[in-house]
């Protein structure tokens, strides 16, 4: 998730740095007082790094779930503990399935360079046949 993270502040510094700010800087109400900042954030990471929109897509449930805890738990958050661990497990599910296809994706792209074609498989037909 390290190689995320890198390409959430690649693409996304400004916004996440507003965000982390905005919530320093509003203790208690940073929810309400940081919506707009947050929504910015999402915005673009989901148009800029390809895993967090898939994470997102992916593990919506379980992201709302969490966010329910906290939001029922907030004084005492290590309630959530379980409900983060699931998280935990659905963005590294992702995250192993993009690697996956990104080394398929890869894989594929050695082969027809090395085979020197850009197209698909041909079919030879043998000359000897009738008709």
């Known amino acids: 998730m390290d190689q995320t993270l890198d390409e959430v502040n690649k693409h996304c510094g400004e916004q996440v740095q507003a965000y982390a700010q ?12 940081c919506a707009t900042l947050r929504q910015a954030l999402t915005k673009c990471t989901d148009e800029n790094v390809t895993l967090m929109k898939m994470v997102r897509m992916s593990c919506q449930p379980v992201i709302d779930r969490y966010q329910e805890c906290l939001n029922k738990n907030q004084k005492d958050p290590s309630v959530c503990i379980d409900t983060l661990r699931d998280l935990y497990e659905c963005t590294e599910g992702v995250g192993q399935m993009m690697e996956k296809m990104n080394a398929l994706k890869t894989k594929h792209q050695s082969q027809m360079v090395a085979g020197g074609s850009t197209s698909g498989p041909s079919v030879v037909k043998d000359s000897s046949e009738g008709i």
């Open 22 to 33: 905005c919530v320093d800087q509003h203790g208690e109400t940073w929810k309400t007082d």
